[in-house]
């Protein structure tokens, strides 16, 4: 199996946390912070800091430790647990772990259960926003994609992979078949302070939003033109610009609820920083005018 996971890793955890959410230990039942809590508020990775869990998905199992029957959408991995039996799940972006999933349950009408280490969470109350979170951005090939996305003020990291497709741990040669069903994605964190909107708009601005499964010379499902949300805002705001481009446009792109991200192989990430070379079907339109309140290094 391909794992890209980022390197992340705090200097300041406890013992405990560190064994968990890196040699998958469990805490033991009915002691964790979060078990019988309800605020409402959300659950952010405790090592990386991206959103995992949403309170209005919180339930009570009686399990012993916090579950949920939902994660914000594209943050929670799925994976064979080394006991071969169960499945394990962890943060998609650092890979912490943070405990196990279950279905068949009948918990809720979800039917799911995340069972949840509290030590592998941080909860944010209601009104207080995280410091970074995540949005997906397909726009045909990903090396222009990222490359250019690089450049923006706000934006802390990105990496390219596929999602949209439906089957895992795809690789670039399958990809390039069109038979999974991925588009070529982009994997963007940025800092909160950074409105959402404009990254949004930068998106528009870097590529033909009007090409229907094509970017320039490529063609092909998996060059089609998506924004994968991952909150409501990212959502509403990503409507509204497409319905203001659409007064004028015949836009292409489609708004997608972010399923699982696989990373591509090694070789595709920065791939342009590597190669020296400069992307050959991306460059920026000023699309919505000079004033674009977004900054560029």
């Given at each position: 199996?391909?794992?890209?996971?980022?390197?992340?890793?705090n200097?300041?955890?406890?013992?405990?946390?560190?064994?968990?959410?890196?040699?998958?230990a469990?805490?033991?039942?009915?002691?964790?912070?979060?078990?019988?809590?309800?605020?409402?508020?959300?659950?952010?990775?405790?090592?990386?800091?991206?959103?995992?869990?949403?309170?209005?998905?919180?339930?009570?199992?009686?399990?012993?430790?916090?579950?949920?029957?939902?994660e914000?959408?594209?943050?929670?991995?799925?994976?064979?647990?080394?006991?071969?039996?169960r499945?394990?799940?962890?943060c998609?972006y650092?890979?912490?772990h943070?405990?196990?999933?279950?279905?068949?349950?009948?918990?809720?009408?979800?039917?799911?259960r995340?069972?949840v280490?509290?030590?592998s969470?941080?909860?944010?109350?209601?009104?207080?926003?995280?410091?970074?979170e995540?949005?997906?951005?397909?726009?045909?090939c990903?090396?222009?994609?990222?490359?250019l996305f690089?450049?923006?003020?706000?934006v802390?990291?990105?990496?390219?992979g596929?999602m949209?497709?439906h089957?895992?741990?795809?690789?670039?040669?399958?990809?390039?078949?069109?038979?999974?069903?991925?588009?070529?994605?982009?994997?963007?964190?940025?800092?909160?302070?950074?409105?959402?909107?404009?990254l949004?708009?930068y998106?528009?601005?870097?590529h033909?939003?009007t090409?229907?499964?094509r970017q320039?010379p490529?063609?092909?499902?998996?060059?089609?033109?998506?924004?994968?949300?991952?909150s409501?805002?990212?959502?509403?705001k990503?409507?509204k610009i497409?319905?203001?481009?659409?007064?004028?446009?015949?836009?292409?792109?489609?708004?997608?609820?972010?399923?699982?991200?696989?990373?591509?192989?090694?070789?595709?990430?920065?791939?342009y920083?590597?190669?020296?070379?400069?992307?050959?079907?991306?460059?920026?339109?000023a699309?919505?005018?000079?004033?674009?309140?977004?900054?560029?290094?």
């Amino acid at each position: 199996m391909k794992e890209a996971f980022k390197t992340v890793e705090n200097k300041d955890f406890s013992e405990l946390e560190r064994k968990v959410m890196f040699e998958k230990a469990t805490e033991l039942p009915f002691t964790g912070e979060y078990y019988d809590f309800f605020e409402e508020g959300i659950y952010v990775c405790k090592n990386c800091g991206l959103p995992l869990y949403r309170s209005q998905d919180k339930f009570h199992s009686g399990c012993g430790w916090p579950s949920f029957d939902d994660e914000v959408p594209g943050a929670v991995l799925r994976q064979p647990d080394k006991d071969g039996v169960r499945t394990e799940i962890v943060c998609g972006y650092c890979g912490a772990h943070l405990g196990h999933v279950f279905t068949g349950e009948g918990f809720t009408e979800k039917d799911t259960r995340h069972c949840v280490n509290s030590v592998s969470l941080k909860f944010l109350p209601k009104g207080q926003k995280p410091e970074k979170e995540q949005i997906f951005f397909a726009a045909g090939c990903f090396w222009g994609v990222e490359h250019l996305f690089k450049q923006c003020e706000g934006v802390l990291d990105t990496q390219v992979g596929f999602m949209g497709g439906h089957t895992d741990h795809p690789t670039y040669e399958e990809v390039c078949t069109g038979t999974t069903g991925h588009a070529e994605t982009v994997r963007v964190v940025y800092d909160t302070k950074v409105d959402v909107e404009n990254l949004i708009k930068y998106f528009f601005e870097i590529h033909d939003f009007t090409q229907v499964n094509r970017q320039g010379p490529d063609w092909g499902e998996q060059y089609r033109s998506v924004i994968f949300y991952t909150s409501e805002e990212q959502k509403q705001k990503a409507e509204k610009i497409k319905a203001l481009l659409s007064q004028k446009y015949k836009v292409a792109t489609s708004i997608e609820k972010a399923s699982t991200f696989w990373p591509a192989e090694d070789y595709h990430q920065d791939y342009y920083d590597k190669t020296g070379k400069t992307p050959y079907c991306h460059y920026r339109r000023a699309i919505f005018g000079k004033d674009i309140p977004i900054s560029l290094d």
